[in-house]
């Protein structure tokens, strides 16, 4: 192996640890995402996009959000302080493409979860899935968002489901068995306490801790001792 093949494969070995670290550094963010939304922290959400004028949330079947001022103005318009408020959007399946400069990447996730959104006097519920197709930026040295669009594939509310009730009626009531685990736990925090598990990461772009402890503070529940 001459000296020029021996640079040329330095180079790829390089480039190919370079991208596969841009590619965690993406996941990450986009899974942040999914976490800040489900009790839709809009401050934390808002922080997750770059800066510049061409950042852009479009939500397809409501409209474009144009700008990082938008942006957050969309995120922070709403709080998830109701504790019968709940936005599970899974980040999932994520396949992405980062450019060759190694500055900008695409993006592809499925995201399925489900909605309970206090309305009125009452609580609309739905499952939901969609697929996003987002494009990154890194700046300063930080992958952030710089367009997210999320295109809506279903919404369901949970007495219908999608399948169709005598396929759903032929299931027998025995099918499901029950699993005792090897030790049992006292667990008392689902919906609708409105409690957000603690995270264990700091924001990915600003490194602040986030104000999950504040907003369990706030509904009276303390944070428990998770380890991690």
Known sequence: MNIEDFESRLQALEDQIRTTKDIQEIERLQKAYGYYIEHWMGEELADLFAEGPDVALHLFGCGTFS???????????????????IHQVMQTSGIITVAPDGMTAKGRWNGWGILALPMGGGVKQEFLGGIYENDYIKQDGIWKIKIARH?????????????????????????????????????????????ILPFHFKHPVTGKITSESEHNSSLGMEDENWNF
């Open 67 to 85: 700008g990082k001022e938008s942006v957050r103005k969309f995120f922070t318009s709403y709080s998830g302080d109701n504790p019968e408020f």
């Open 151 to 195: 295109f809506p594939t279903y919404y369901a509310s949970p007495g219908a489901g999608i399948v169709k009730p005598e396929r759903a009626a032929a299931v027998p009531p025995d099918a499901e068995a029950v699993i005792v685990p090897d030790i049992p736990d006292n667990y008392k925090v689902v919906y609708p306490s409105g409690y």
